[in-house]
């Protein structure tokens, strides 16, 4: 996980800060350091994370649980980032690319062995063979979950 670290200086960062504090300034919210880190790193994994793997993602120059707890709900209550429960009971958060919520309504996939999650692209639901919905779905919030073994864990499997 450590690898995916940008070093603190580097221009590609500082490019990534702007980016976030033009969100947070956006939603009324001040571009304080510890928002712009998790911001920053949410950006650069660009997958949902758990509150402990941001802690991870933040590395040494770490912030404490409490604050970063608390700046998540912060966030999620600003529509900066999403928060989900995809049936494991854990809560994650990922950030929002799209200002429109609505707009970025995509599902996720969760590896039942390594819990790593994988985000799918939007997906429509639509009857086939001329099946109708019926009307009370109109309007509804829809949450699919899909779960399974990825990749990775379907090869690692092969050779044990
Ligand atoms: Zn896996
Ligand atoms: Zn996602």
């Known amino acids: 996980m450590g ?13 990534v800060h702007a980016e976030m504090k033009a969100r947070l ?3 009324g919210l001040r571009a304080t350091r510890p ?8 950006h650069i994994l660009a997958r949902p994370l758990s509150h402990p793997e941001v802690m991870e993602a933040l590395g040494e120059a770490s912030f404490d649980r409490a604050s970063v707890y608390r700046i998540l709900a912060d966030l999620t209550a600003a529509d900066l980032l999403r928060r989900m429960d995809l049936g494991d009971k854990v809560w994650r958060y990922e950030l929002l690319s799209h200002v429109d919520r609505e707009a970025d309504d995509h599902a996720h996939f969760l590896c039942v062995l390594c819990k790593q999650i994988t985000c799918l692209p939007e997906v429509e639901l639509r009857p086939v063979r001329g099946g109708v919905l019926p009307p009370e779905l109109t309007g509804a919030e829809i949450h699919l979950k899909v779960t399974g073994r990825c990749g990775v864990c379907m090869a690692g499997q092969s050779f044990s």
Do not use: G, N, V, Y
């Open 35 to 42: 928002r712009l880190a998790i911001l920053a790193q949410m």
């Open 3 to 15: 690898t995916d670290h940008i070093p603190p200086d580097s221009p590609t960062l500082s490019a």
């Open 25 to 27: 300034r956006a939603k």
